[in-house]
């Protein structure tokens, strides 16, 4: 009979710990962009993919867009530290930004509690515009500096590092156009408002067909982008990006912090989240509390030398 039991126990585990791991009450999932764009496209994933998980919990995913997400930075300690409401959070926006010193909070001020995908940068245009390849993009950026004009997701972002990035590692001088977040950017790159973008490999891979990738930040090519060439084969060792996870009010109880930070890891570990991130050209990596000192001091240390080395440091 104990015997039996014990097995019984043993076959039920998953499912007992995957009961334990659901939030008890539904979960507000606060945007620092507005929809559209990769953040956003990440909440919907994680959102499906906790639906399935836990189908009696909703995760209600609300908007709180502006200054390159620092509204919603500036205010998310205000919230309730119940592990109910979880805030995206971004890098190297969290670091440049504060750096800048035009926003109302610290990088300590917010509390990551896990890291759940990375995107590379990448340079797109208009597919249907006169730019065909990298070595066209220069031709023309080079003909009238700072004439051609590159969106991105809003000031003192990874995008906008990157565009700066961009023009000193290539001896060019383009026009870097900041918007609220990449979904009122698509708007304006599809509407040839702008010529092109410094943004990220999924913004490439998602708009397919509406615009032409010219090079990306990564070691190899991208396997959904084979024709485009990396920025280390264009003679820079340029290897870089934006961080998207979440975060909670400084307040949450270290066991807050770790149930948050442990029922993210499980929906990124799940078969479905990879697979909507491939195809959406997520780069998943899983920084839970446990290796959350080390990685945000290694990050604050890199991103504060880039910070300094781009400009967009103090003046």
């Given at each position: 009979m104990k015997h039996a039991l014990a097995a019984m126990a043993l076959s039920l585990a998953p499912y007992?710990?995957?009961?334990?791991?659901?939030?008890?009450?539904?979960?507000?999932?606060?945007?620092?962009?507005?929809?559209?764009?990769?953040?956003?496209?990440?909440?919907r994933h994680q959102q499906a993919v906790l639906k399935k998980k836990c189908p009696a919990i909703e995760t209600i995913v609300q908007y709180k867009p502006g200054a390159g997400g620092a509204l919603m930075w500036t205010t998310m300690n205000q919230l309730p530290a119940d592990g109910l409401n979880v805030v995206g959070v971004n890098l190297p926006h969290i670091v440049f930004q504060p750096i800048e010193g035009t926003v109302q909070y610290k990088t300590e001020d917010v509390t990551p509690v896990f890291w759940f995908?990375?995107?590379?940068?990448?340079?797109?245009?208009?597919?249907q515009g006169p730019v065909k390849t990298f070595a066209d993009f220069l031709k023309t950026a080079r003909a009238d500096a700072g004439k051609f004009s590159l969106g991105?997701?809003?000031?003192?972002?990874?995008n906008h590092a990157a565009n700066e990035r961009l023009n000193a590692a290539f001896n060019v001088k383009t026009n870097y156009i900041p918007f609220k977040g990449t979904g009122d950017m698509t708007t304006a790159v599809l509407g040839r408002q702008v010529d092109g973008a410094m943004t990220y490999t999924a913004f490439a891979i998602n708009n397919k067909g509406r615009v032409r990738a010219l090079a990306v930040a990564m070691d190899k090519r991208h396997p959904l982008l084979p024709d485009v060439p990396t920025f280390k084969e264009l003679g820079v060792n340029w290897v870089d990006g934006a961080y998207r996870g979440v975060g909670l009010p400084k307040s949450a109880s270290p066991e807050t912090r770790k149930r948050v930070s442990d029922l993210w890891r499980t929906l990124n570990n799940e078969a479905e989240m990879k697979e909507l991130a491939a195809k959406s050209g997520f780069e998943l990596v899983n920084i839970g509390v446990e290796e959350m000192d080390a990685f945000m001091k290694d990050k604050a240390r890199i991103y504060t030398d880039a910070a300094r080395l781009l400009g967009l440091g103090k003046k």
């Open positions: 007992l710990a995957a009961a334990q791991a659901c939030p008890d009450k539904n979960v507000n999932y606060w945007q620092a962009f507005p929809p559209g764009g990769e953040s956003d496209i990440s909440a995908h990375y995107t590379p940068d990448a340079l797109v245009v208009h597919e991105g997701s809003g000031v003192n972002s990874a």
